[in-house]
């Protein structure tokens, strides 16, 4: 059984330019989270997929972020002309459908941006 | 609205001392999940214990021990025997129900065990 995986785990860039993170979720969990981590700090939830519908959004979410989940099964995180404070750890989570499961994280991708 | 504080930003304890790591919580809901997240150095969140509102007992699971206090609004942790393997960085989480969507982190207690 393979945990949540992501994808890159590290990734530098210039301000002002798209990133992309993918997430590949356990594989019978309906749910998809993703987070953000600064240092010293908890995660912060950003948004979630039940199944490939975005259910939920928060309002660290920025019209430079979007997030898609198109078959339901792995998720791409995208932002856009990125700024310094961009700079942190993407966290992505799954678990199954209903109240009674915990989150499980995989690894995240550390971004830099310079 | 949902807020966890852990007050403990670092503790230091040396091998084999029992620590205990503090989490309070604020919440409006009267049904709500607690959790206890360990990562560390390697960065990967490991999930260690939910608990709902309803199940006030006590949890031991090994050295791991949990003691949920509504009447506080607390879920502290206490590690027994320590080991230089659980040096991290201990979260506890609070969700209301349903669903888990927006699970809400507390800032972090860093353990350091010296052996």
């Known amino acids: 059984d393979t945990g949540v995986s992501q994808d890159p785990r590290h990734k530098i860039t210039k301000r002002g330019q798209n990133v992309t993170f993918r997430c590949d979720p356990i594989s019978e969990h309906n749910r998809l989270y993703w987070y953000r981590q600064t240092l010293g700090q908890g995660p912060e939830f950003l948004t979630y997929f039940q199944n490939e519908a975005q259910l939920e959004k928060s309002r660290l979410l920025s019209d430079r972020f979007s997030a898609e989940r198109p078959k339901g099964s792995f998720s791409t995180l995208e932002i856009q002309r990125t700024e310094q404070g961009d700079s942190a750890m993407y966290l992505c989570?799954?678990?199954?459908?209903?109240?009674?499961?915990?989150?499980?994280f995989g690894p995240g991708t550390r971004l830099t941006v310079t | 609205a949902q807020k966890v504080t852990q007050a403990q930003t670092e503790i230091s304890v040396v091998e084999k001392e029992d620590v205990t790591l503090d989490c309070v919580y604020e919440t409006r809901d009267t049904t709500y999940y607690l959790f206890w997240y360990k990562q560390p150095p390697s960065g990967e969140l490991v999930f260690l214990i939910r608990?709902?509102?309803?199940?006030?007992q006590n949890e031991i699971s090994g050295r791991y021990s949990w003691n949920f206090q509504k009447s506080t609004s607390s879920f502290n942790f206490t590690i027994t025997a320590s080991q230089v393997v659980d040096s991290a960085v201990y979260f506890c989480?609070?969700?209301?129900?349903?669903?888990?969507?927006?699970?809400?982190f507390g800032a972090g207690t860093r353990l350091t065990v010296k052996p």
């Open positions: 989480a609070l969700s209301e129900a349903p669903g888990n969507n927006d699970m809400r």
């Open positions: 608990r709902n509102s309803f199940d006030e």
């Open positions: 989570a799954s678990s199954p459908s209903g109240q009674d499961y915990e989150q499980y």
